[in-house]
């Protein structure tokens, strides 16, 4: 299994990114996905979750109404469009997908993301 994010970068603030995480090796759409971050020197921390139809999403409180989960299960891959992003943004973002029919759980190598003038 392999999952493998991309689309971090700096950026100032205000301003947008769109991450993506493609999934190989495992039947992505039987999986819940989500996207963690951990800013530094701190614990990683959950920033949106969508269900396996991408017909439901959950999101931390500090994210809600700026960024966006969704997924595309034909293509394998999971998104997270971030906007009016914030200094306090600044994390090693990583996905991670969650089986809903055992305890097994994969994520990726994590994509920085710099927020800052």
């Known amino acids: 299994v392999q999952l493998e994010e991309s689309g971090g970068g700096l950026v100032q603030p205000g301003g947008s990114l769109r991450l993506s995480c493609a999934a190989s090796?495992?039947?992505?759409?039987?999986?819940?996905m989500k996207w963690y971050r951990q800013p530094p020197g701190k614990e990683r921390e959950f920033v949106a979750r969508?269900?396996?139809?991408?017909?439901?999403?959950l999101y931390a409180d500090s994210v809600l109404g700026r960024f966006t989960i969704s997924r595309d299960n034909a293509k394998n891959t999971v998104y997270l469009q971030m906007n009016s992003l914030k200094p306090e943004d600044t994390a090693v973002y990583y996905c991670?997908?969650?089986?809903?029919?055992?305890?097994?759980?994969?994520w990726g190598q994590g994509t920085q993301v710099t927020v800052s003038s």
């Open positions: 991670g997908a969650f089986s809903v029919q055992n305890d097994a759980q994969y």
């Open positions: 090796g495992l039947t992505f759409s039987t999986y819940i």
């Open positions: 969508v269900t396996r139809a991408g017909n439901m999403t």
